[in-house]
């Protein structure tokens, strides 16, 4: 019962997600990013299908070799929904049969969406074009695709919680936000990372070179 999308900037190197659901908490859960690929465990979620992921990734730097060691690992597969998108080439997914419809993924230019127990079948596509059609920071293309799918159908029931993450240069997360319970997490997480974003570039500094760093009571005030 919940939707995501991964996206990647090849103009930038940035990769990452966003993630949103009908139960509380979702961004502890689901989604995790390593240097050049993003992984998913959704439906009945076990997140400990992230780790195998990224340790497959580490190990081959192949997309289809990681969803298959994240198949073959899961118990019950039949209720699992996977993806992998590598920062070059093709994504990889799959839904297990147990999975609610509507449920699927969808590959677009540089990114994946994938869903489950959605409201209409609109809903990946819309993530999609609505990821495709924007512009700006990797985080605000992906928000952009979250609040299509919100506004094509959603999931059937309420969202309460939602993430999104971006893994910039440096192995540095530009954005790791999440909205943990609210009645409009995609909102909340909207303004949320709006209010971030002008500051994220004075986080890098204060960890790649704490000697040049502002304050952070000047970089919040």
């Known amino acids: ?18 993630v949103t659901t009908s139960s509380v ?10 240097d050049g690929c ?5 439906a009945r979620t076990d997140p400990r299908l992230h780790l195998v992921g990224v340790k497959k990734w ?13 198949k ?31 449920s699927g993924g969808l590959a677009g230019q540089d990114c994946l969406a994938l869903g489950n127990f959605l409201g209409t079948d609109e809903v990946l596509p819309a993530m999609v074009q609505g990821f495709e059609g924007a512009s700006g920071h ?8 979250m609040r299509a799918g919100e506004a094509a159908g959603s999931e059937r029931d309420p969202l309460q919680s939602a993430t999104v993450v971006v893994l910039g240069a440096d192995s540095l997360k530009d954005v790791d936000l999440r909205i943990d319970s609210s009645t409009t997490p995609l909102q909340d997480l909207t303004e949320l990372l709006t209010a971030w974003l002008p500051k994220a570039p004075a986080y890098r500094v204060r ?15």
């Open 38 to 42: 993003v992984v998913f465990s959704q």
């Open 1 to 18: 019962m919940t939707y995501s999308l991964a996206g990647r900037d090849p103009e930038t190197g940035d990769i990452g997600f966003a």
């Open 25 to 34: 908490c979702v961004g502890a859960r689901v989604g995790a990013v390593t």
């Open 58 to 70: 580490e190990e081959t730097h192949d997309a289809k070799q990681t969803l298959t060691a994240m």
């Open 72 to 102: 073959d690992a899961a118990v019950a597969l039949h209720w699992r929904q996977l993806g992998v998108l590598p920062m070059t080439g093709p994504a990889r997914h799959f839904t297990g049969s147990s999975c609610m419809e509507s």
């Open 207 to 221: 960890a790649i070179d704490p000697d040049s760093a502002e304050s952070s009571s000047i970089i919040e005030h």
């Open 138 to 145: 990797l985080a605000v293309r992906l928000m952009a695709g």
